[in-house]
């Protein structure tokens, strides 16, 4: 059986350069030569996974069909590469280091000092091996998160040189995505950064074979020369990724310049022509549009895009689906709580959505935004928290039910429409204790997510404590509330919408999570098609 070839990819200079699209990029270069890959990406923080961080500091949390809560470039991975991937695809220190720990409190380390060299590296090792092991691919792709000389990445970094030690030098390559940037006084491209970042990879005993320079114009030729120079790597084996208006347009963009081409040689790799057709197609959805929709998503963390990358992206591919440009604007609804910021705001769009978040803040302006959209039929989608003050707000203004609200907001509420589920109500621990993951779901026939869909079953995925209280179920109903979809025993309200609306659903899954670019999900498709068709019925 042939060894599994490894490609490292590792970031210099700052952070947020675009390793994870280089990842993905290299990745699809391989699947259209018919090459069978995956990919881990390593996060050198101490958490052991992603599911407590804050959006503001970490960006969104994307979540697996098995229920880990992962950092945001396994996100960019599945819908990139088309993959569904598992815990076992992201590594972290709080990971290794904590089974390290609980091997020596075992005794399995009897009579040894437990040191990083190399108790953490054989580890690490381990847990890459184990991804080889379970999925068998042609090649391997290792994200290093965090940029070279950051003293957590140092126990991966020196991992990752002794497996190359060991896999030789036909089976593992090296890739260093660093930026050059432009003065702005002068014009010229700076390749210091670059030089400085490799000699600190230089130092730590690995030498790259691929350089990418991310820069906000195309390399030039100079600066190209300068880089193979002094950090000792083949000119042709330098690559330029400027800013791009499409990030899909990254692995075409890369492999015109040789990259697939040059990774099966240093990899040697069986030559393979590569088939970008359907991929040139999904591409060309984003740059050739036809008209362009507005949408607003109103939410908590509305400075942070990251914070919603999935969201954006799963609109996204349903509007290039279509060929049409979505124009996506961020509401924060702590300014409509706040008074700072009217509630007419949401004139200005097309349709609007209220994702999924926690706690309190800006609570009362996405219930107030959805008030908005139930009362001037404006296209709405409320996404897990969105679909829980949808029902809190239907149950306020609709039925009448004052003091309505969410226990996990107001636990001592008149009415707590939105209750913390049976299940979670023992446990004491926050990290990967939500419904979390892929679960069946029941769609109810007759419904518009019954005609969305076309069947009664579905599978989506999860992030929540909460959710509807059954109690207030027949009430809400008689006052013509619709429950479309329901979990497979019936006990948690999946769905809810409002029939003689134009398009007013809420889901308590996250159907953002499983979009990909060519393959909308189906509500995110009725949503833009419900936008178009309103559109052109108001020119004519």
């Given amino acids: 059986m042939n060894p599994v070839k490894n490609i490292v990819v590792t970031g210099g200079v700052l952070s947020g350069l675009g390793k994870g699209i280089v990842t993905c990029s290299i990745g699809k270069c391989l699947q259209v030569r018919g090459f069978k890959v995956n990919v881990i990406k390593i996060d050198p923080y101490l958490n052991i996974d992603a599911g407590t961080m804050n959006p503001y500091i970490h960006g ?101 040189r002794q497996l190359a030690l060991k896999k030789g030098h036909d089976n593992m390559m090296f890739v260093h995505v660093t930026l050059v940037p432009t003065l702005s006084t002068t014009g010229e491209q700076k390749t210091k950064p670059t030089q400085h970042s490799v000699q600190e990879l230089r130092r730590i005993g690995i030498q790259p074979d691929i350089i990418i320079c991310r820069s906000t114009k195309p390399l030039r030729k100079g600066a190209r020369e300068k880089i193979a120079l002094f950090c000792n790597v083949d000119i042709e084996c330098i690559f330029s990724l400027p800013d791009l208006d499409v990030i899909y347009e990254a692995p ?204 009664e079953e579905i599978y989506e995925r999860h992030r929540h404590r909460y959710g509807l209280n059954n109690e207030y179920r027949a009430l809400l109903e008689k006052h013509g509330l619709v429950f479309s979809a329901f979990s497979e025993h019936g006990e948690i309200v999946e769905a809810l919408e409002i029939p003689d609306h134009p398009y007013f659903i809420a889901t308590q899954y996250h159907p953002e999570f499983i979009s990909r670019p060519g393959k909308p999900e189906p509500v995110f498709l009725d949503f833009i098609d419900t936008i178009l068709r309103l559109k052109n019925a108001s020119r004519s």
């Fill in 60 to 160: 969104e949390i994307f979540v697996l069909d098995d229920g880990y809560e992962a950092d945001m470039d396994l996100g960019n991975y599945e819908r990139f590469l088309d993959l569904s991937l598992s815990r076992i695809n992201n590594i972290t220190t709080g990971q290794v280091y904590l089974e390290v720990i609980k091997r020596e409190r075992r005794g399995d380390y009897l009579g040894k000092c437990v040191q990083i060299i190399p108790h953490i590296t054989n580890e690490i090792k381990s847990r890459i091996r184990l991804v080889e092991r379970k999925s068998r691919p042609d090649v391997l792709i290792i994200e290093v998160g965090g940029t070279v000389g950051d003293i957590e990445g140092l126990p991966f970094l020196e991992a990752l």
């Fill in 252 to 455: 075409l963009y890369l492999d015109q310049q040789g990259l697939g081409e040059t990774v099966l040689r240093r990899l040697k790799l069986e030559h393979r022509k590569p088939d970008w057709s359907s991929w040139r197609k999904i591409v060309d959805g984003f740059k050739n549009t036809v008209d362009t929709i507005t949408v607003g998503l109103c939410g908590k963390y509305a400075e942070l895009k990251d914070a919603y990358v999935s969201l954006i992206e799963a609109l996204k591919h349903a509007a290039a689906y279509r060929r049409v440009a979505v124009d996506i604007k961020l509401i924060p609804s702590d300014r409509i709580e706040q008074g700072k910021l009217s509630i007419n705001v949401l004139d200005r769009f097309d349709g609007v959505v209220v994702p999924g978040g926690f706690g309190e803040r800006g609570a009362e302006g996405k219930i107030e935004a959805i008030r908005y959209c139930r009362e001037n039929e404006k296209p709405f989608l409320g996404l897990c928290f969105g679909f829980q003050l949808a029902a809190v707000e239907y149950a306020r203004n609709v039925v009448k039910l004052e003091g309505a609200h969410s226990e996990e907001i107001d636990p001592n509420a008149k009415h707590l429409v939105v209750t913390l589920l049976q299940e979670q109500k023992q446990l004491k621990e926050k990290g990967g204790t939500m419904r979390l993951g892929l679960h069946k779901i029941s769609i109810v026939k007759g419904t518009r997510l019954y005609s969305i869909y076309g069947r």
